[in-house]
């Protein structure tokens, strides 16, 4: 069975850190992207970071650039999100979910995600 | 950026009957939308790709159409598992992936 597992979370105060995981099982880590998705209290989606299957190419959105660092160890089936500088709007549920590739008229593409983790909640508080 | 806009944001249903849920992209996004399902207290969970594939083990009451700006999520007959908040999420473009703020869809 496909799987994927996050830790890590938990209360943290303004200005901290917090190093998420995710652990893959049931499929071949090494050949798939990865990405984290996150979602505020009572709140939509809201992207956050991919990596590459290599790790060699990384994205981040403009509301964690510069705070954040994805990264990913195939030899151990995981991934990993380090937030620093952490703020209150921070605060949310953070999903892992893997990549779906597809291919048309010869190239292959970046598609959608599936399957997704449970989730692991980061609280940003004093 | 690709902006997502789901219509309405809340959508009263009473049960075996008909729901339709709209999806709007801020420009083409070809047939590049997958449609997720998300119930209290859990992950999202993919039910569409490709705008109109289901996605395994989705039931054949649910369809997707359309394509370009403009999509629709049908659920031909609503049973008691099937509401939940629905969102779409346009893979066309990105850095960034975008999602539409979603659709509740809640007893009748």
């Known amino acids: 069975e496909v799987q994927l597992v996050e830790s890590g979370g938990g209360l943290v105060q303004p200005g901290g850190s917090l190093r998420l995981s995710c652990a893959a099982s049931?499929?071949?880590?090494?050949?798939?992207?990865m990405n984290w998705v996150r979602q505020a209290p009572g709140k939509g989606l809201e992207w956050v970071s991919y990596?590459?299957?290599?790790?060699?190419?990384?994205y981040y959105a403009d509301s964690v650039k510069g705070r954040f660092t994805i990264s990913r160890d195939n030899a151990k089936n995981s991934l990993y999100l380090q937030m620093n500088s952490l703020r209150a709007e921070d605060t949310a549920v953070y999903y892992c979910?893997?990549?779906?590739?597809?291919?048309?008229?010869?190239?292959?593409?970046?598609?959608?995600?599936?399957?997704w983790g449970q989730g692991t909640l980061v609280t940003v508080s004093s | 950026e690709i902006v997502m806009t789901q219509s309405p944001a809340t959508l009263s249903v009473s049960p075996g009957e008909r729901a339709t849920l709209s999806c709007r992209a801020s420009?083409?996004?070809?047939?590049?939308l997958a449609w997720y399902q998300q119930k209290p207290g859990q992950a999202p969970r993919l039910l569409i790709y490709?705008?109109?594939t289901r996605a395994t083990g989705i039931p054949a009451r649910f369809s997707g159409s359309g394509s370009g700006t403009e999509f629709t999520l049908t659920i031909s007959s609503l049973q008691s598992e099937d509401f939940a908040v629905y969102y779409c999420?346009?893979?066309?473009?990105?850095?960034?992936?975008?999602f539409g703020g979603g659709t509740k869809v809640e007893i009748k």
């Open positions: 979910a893997r990549v779906v590739g597809y291919c048309s008229g010869g190239s292959c593409y970046r598609g959608w995600f599936d399957p």
């Open positions: 049931g499929f071949t880590f090494s050949s798939y992207e």
């Open positions: 990596i590459s299957s290599s790790g060699s190419t990384i």
């Open positions: 420009q083409s996004v070809s047939s590049n």
């Open positions: 490709g705008a109109s």
């Open positions: 999420q346009q893979y066309n473009n990105w850095p960034p992936v975008t």
